[in-house]
């Protein structure tokens, strides 16, 4: 079954703790991107990714990190993480980045940050 | 700033009758617009989209209308179902995915 499989589900942590959120994709796609979701503001895009060893940032990277190492692989990482990136976050990729490419997304990650 | 905005933030709907979610978008040169749906606990789900060329476009039950002059897009569902309780997302795809805040749509039995 295609699908993006994003690890854990629900994350609770302290302030400063550093944290990984995995991103699995099994459909060859060569875009992957990272999105957080908060109540009111739609879903924003954190990075992106357009290839292995490409990656970008989107419109609210501070305080993130992501790496593409292998193609099907795109974990965002969280170096020292503050209250504010509490939230929602989603993993997508699509075939290629453009119009018409549309993007699948994972099931979310529930990030509490204390 | 947000370049694609739902006018209405909820929406109640009667099982079986037709629903209209609406959408604004700034930028007049895009070109591609999609529309999706988020169930509750799962992530954003691809339901139709739309090139400007189109005026109208239909998949199973939804019909997406793009009108360019006013730069307004609409989703509409027919026979809404409760399985179409979700929030709607409409996005533009013009150099990269920007969706809006979202419309929770409610089907009332």
């Known amino acids: 079954e295609a699908q993006v499989t994003q690890n854990p589900r629900y994350l609770i942590t302290v302030t400063g703790k550093k944290l990984t959120v995995t991103c699995s994709q099994n459909?060859?796609?060569?875009?992957m991107s990272w999105y957080r979701q908060d109540p009111g503001l739609g879903l924003r895009q954190i990075y992106y990714?357009?290839?292995?060893?490409?990656?970008d940032k989107g419109d609210v990277p501070e305080g993130y990190k992501v790496s593409r190492k292998e193609k099907r692989n795109f974990p965002l990482i969280l170096e020292s993480p503050s209250p504010n990136q509490t939230s929602l976050y989603f993993c997508?990729?699509?075939?290629?980045?453009?119009?018409?490419?549309?993007?699948?997304f994972g099931a979310g990650t529930r990030l509490s940050v204390l | 700033g947000e370049s694609v905005g739902l006018h209405l933030p909820t929406l109640s709907v009667q099982e079986g009758d037709n629903s209209i979610i609406n959408c604004a978008y700034s930028?007049?040169?895009?070109?591609?617009f999609i529309w999706y749906k988020q169930e509750s606990g799962k992530g954003p789900q691809f339901i139709i989209d739309?090139?400007?060329?189109?005026d109208k476009r239909q998949g199973q039950r939804v019909t997406v209308l793009l009108n360019k002059t006013v730069k307004h897009l609409s989703l509409q569902i027919a026979a809404t179902q409760p399985g179409d309780s979700a929030v709607y997302f409409c996005?533009?795809?013009?150099?990269?995915?920007?969706f809006g805040a979202g419309t929770t749509v409610t089907v009332r039995a």
């Open positions: 997508a990729s699509s075939l290629n980045r453009g119009a018409g490419d549309i993007q699948y």
């Open positions: 459909m060859n796609h060569e875009y």
């Open positions: 990714s357009m290839n292995v060893e490409v990656t």
């Open positions: 930028n007049s040169a895009s070109d591609y």
């Open positions: 739309i090139r400007s060329n189109m």
């Open positions: 996005a533009e795809n013009d150099y990269k995915l920007s």
